[in-house]
T-cell receptor, first 113, second 112 residues
């Protein structure tokens, strides 16, 4: 069974600061996704990471994947209030004859002015 | 471009009643999924369908059933609702197994 752990689960940071969210997973996988969820809204896809060493950047967010360490990071640069949301990583795994995503519990980010 | 639609947006349901949550996608995706989201537990997979005509059980399937008669629709049925099924339900779809999933707007269900 694949386990996906995110940390921290809650993060309060000041505008302008940098921080990293970590996503560890327990078994081999070559696909990892990051999603964003605003309060009361649905999940929005942010990044798709498909290979070891993959790095994707969009604005102040940068995601990377190390399949050997079973670790993905989501780095926030010079945070702004608009980045306040909950961020989920999701790891693809093959089990019981099907290929599914297992989600972390999410990191709730609050950016304080 | 609608993507994925879900209905109803929210519902209050008496325990013991039957309820079907509707999900329709217009992206011609092969795979569709139902998740429930509960505070502190993240998203948990209820049922999935990798292609029309097939379905499978996820992590928390008990009390729920699904069908996939065609590519576009994937309804979720609660045969006899219980309060523990109070949750936000998300439908999602993807081009194939293990691919990026796109989510619908969600249905907020309260079972009293």
């Amino acid at each position: 069974e694949l386990k996906v752990e995110q940390n921290p689960l809650f993060l309060s940071m000041q505008e302008g600061k940098n921080y990293t969210i970590y996503c560890n997973y327990s078994t081999t996988s070559d696909r990892l996704y990051w999603y964003r969820q605003d309060p009361g809204k649905s999940l929005e896809s942010l990044f798709v990471l498909l290979s070891n060493g993959a790095v994707k950047q969009e604005g102040r967010l940068m995601a990377s994947l190390d399949t050997k360490a079973r670790l993905s990071t989501l780095h926030i640069t010079a945070a702004v209030h608009d980045l306040s949301a909950t961020y989920f990583c999701a790891v693809a795994y093959s089990g019981a004859g099907s290929y599914q995503l297992t989600f972390g519990k999410g990191t709730k980010l609050s950016v304080i002015p | 471009i609608a993507g994925i639609t879900q209905a109803p947006t929210s519902q209050i349901l008496a325990a013991g009643r039957r309820m079907t949550l509707r999900c329709t996608q217009d992206m011609r995706h092969n795979a569709m999924y139902w998740y429930r989201q509960d505070l502190g537990l993240g998203l948990r997979l209820i049922h999935y369908s990798n292609t029309a005509g097939t379905t499978g059980k996820g992590e928390v399937p008990d009390g729920y059933s699904v069908s996939r008669a065609n590519t576009d629709d994937f309804p979720l049925t609660l045969a006899s609702a219980v309060p523990s099924q109070t949750s936000v339900y998300f439908c999602a779809s993807s081009a194939g197994e293990g691919y990026e999933q796109y989510f619908g707007p969600g249905t907020r269900l309260t079972v009293t």
